[in-house]
């Protein structure tokens, strides 16, 4: 069964490392969705065709790269979207609050239960969307995303790393359990690429972009290597 | 030259001083002279508010119309709005939840400005964490007594910083019946054993406030809030949400009758007393006979948008601001809002059999 990987800006990375690893694009096709900042509301809608988006972008990339109007069961679809967390600890919030754990004085702290929420309505409609799909009896998995990086301009705005660990940690633990409640396959990153603080270990940082801007949040086509391997294997088994 | 001298006092009174011109005659949409504000309320002023679950909707109002509305602990940006009540995110201008009493409300900045320490510890109900004064803030409760504690600490802090930056503060009053605590005289917003806590007749007792008392906490309150801001003014104004459930003894309708009449004339009180004291008549333009009940639900309690989209109106129209039609935004009192009120009493129908 022929492979399609697509999501959020993630991908790039995959298909760095799809094409350094070498590996055949006849049976995986990788393609980008577009911007994570549209997981924000809702983007697939379910009609008679199959599951489609409808968030324009979106579907205007799935009928570029692969000439299909909606998704469907002929193919298995991996999804990198859904375990990135740069939403949630990018906002200014988070320099006068942290979670009440890790809560130093004069901050504001913030339970647990909140923390959940956030996260929930951060990855709500992801995972109403990889619901959507697994209803539509379409095969599917899903592809982490990297984990969080310290070296974030957030933290030169003052927000504490380990605030930015703890939200990554706590937002890939409730999407991780979303998965396995709805008995979807979760490609995770191996331990190797996380470095000994819990963040992405410099070697698989993404430094620049294309356009010269830095980068504070994406793999490098090593990280995307590591992936791609990973996901061949599980494509394997 | 003639002078008129009016035959008696009545005489040069205007329409609205008389039943028939001031509303008999009239639609009950018409009464919009009903309030007269005191002082003006422009949108830059801060404003503080509290009160029972029909304040809800005044602070969500002052919000939509684009009021400086104060919110000390505002919610997440990333949290969605839907899950806002459910924390008691913007609810409020701190997150002290539904505050139904006069003695409540005293309570609460005397525990913000350390002058109260109630010995109340924290409930724990089914291996979950409640703050006793505010059970509902967070549904669901908390994983541990210390994030309760923590949370509780910024929030007083917040809700004292509240007088030092509001230039008006509006209470909305709900009812005259509390559970108090037998040690030290806590008042509790809900009956233990209700939202949360487990109730023990030797530990908490029921209190009924009296048209005395009510004055007096509601005095107090005045002079503790004025004592941060001596330029703090107050809008005062009662809920027309009758109890839902009285533990007075009384048939319910006679008890409601009995908290909402003690509370208006508490408010009538203070307003004849303070210049710096307001009094709103919501309870009027939703509860009065000459509404004939329109702005209820069919379960006669529960106020319609209609009803509060009126009572704001009228609030709004009188401080120049317009009515709906005149906020770009317009004022959606939709379906899914009024879900998202907090009401702590309605939980009371649940333990009702």
Known sequence: MRTMICGNSHVGSLAKGHKLLGLSDDAITLFPLGTGRKELHPFHEVTAAGVRFSEPSYQANLEKFTGRAALGPDVRWGFCMGSHSGRLFRGRFWKWAEPDDICRPKKRPISAEVLEACIESDQRHVRAFLAAVKDAGIPLFVIACPPARDDNPAVDRGLRPEVIRHIDQRALAAFTAFLAENNIDFVAFPPEVVDRKGFLAEKYRLITQANGQRDAHHGNEAYGAVMMRRVADYLDR | ?353
């Open chain 2, 1 to 353: 030259m003639t002078t008129s001298t009016p035959t008696n006092p009545y005489a040069d009174l205007p329409g609205r001083a008389f039943w028939r011109s001031g509303v008999a005659d009239l639609s009950p949409l018409e009464l919009a002279d009903i309030y007269q504000p005191r002082f003006p309320i422009s949108q830059e002023t801060p404003i503080a508010a509290a009160g029972s679950c029909f304040a809800q909707h005044i602070g969500r109002q002052f919000k939509q119309r684009g009021y400086n509305f104060l919110d000390l602990e505002p919610p997440p940006a990333i949290l969605a709005k839907d899950r806002h009540a459910e924390f008691g995110f913007d609810l409020y201008s701190a997150r002290y939840g539904n505050v139904y009493s006069a003695r409540q409300l005293l309570q609460l900045f005397q525990r913000a400005n350390g002058s109260f320490k109630p010995k109340e510890p924290i409930w724990e109900t089914d291996g979950r964490f409640y703050d006793p004064f505010r059970p509902n803030i967070q549904q669901g409760g908390y994983g541990s007594e210390a994030s309760v504690l923590k949370d509780r600490e910024f929030h007083l802090q917040k809700t004292l910083e509240l007088l030092a930056k509001a230039e008006l503060f509006v209470f909305t009053f709900g009812l005259t019946e509390s559970w108090v605590c037998r040690a030290d005289g806590a008042v509790l917003p809900t009956c233990p054993g209700t939202v949360a806590g487990h109730y023990d007749a030797a530990k908490y007792t029921f209190h009924n406030f009296s048209f005395q008392e009510v004055l007096a906490d509601t005095e107090a309150f005045i002079a503790l809030a004025r004592q941060h801001n001596p330029q703090m003014r107050f809008l005062f104004t009662v809920s027309p949400v009758p109890l839902t459930a009285t533990a007075s003894g009384a048939h319910v309708l006679a008890a409601s009758v009995y908290s909402k009449s003690v509370l208006r004339a508490v408010c009538g009180t203070l307003a004849e007393t303070h210049d710096f004291v307001d009094y709103f008549p919501s309870y009027e333009l939703v509860a009065s006979h000459p509404m004939r009940a329109m702005f209820f639900e069919p379960n006669l309690r529960a106020v319609s948008a209609a009803g509060v989209a009126h009572v704001m109106d009228v609030f709004f129209t009188a401080h120049g601001a317009g009515a709906r039609a005149a906020d770009p935004s317009g004022v959606k009192v939709d379906k899914a809002t009024e879900d998202d009120l907090v009401c702590e009493e309605e939980l009371l129908e649940a333990f009702s059999s």
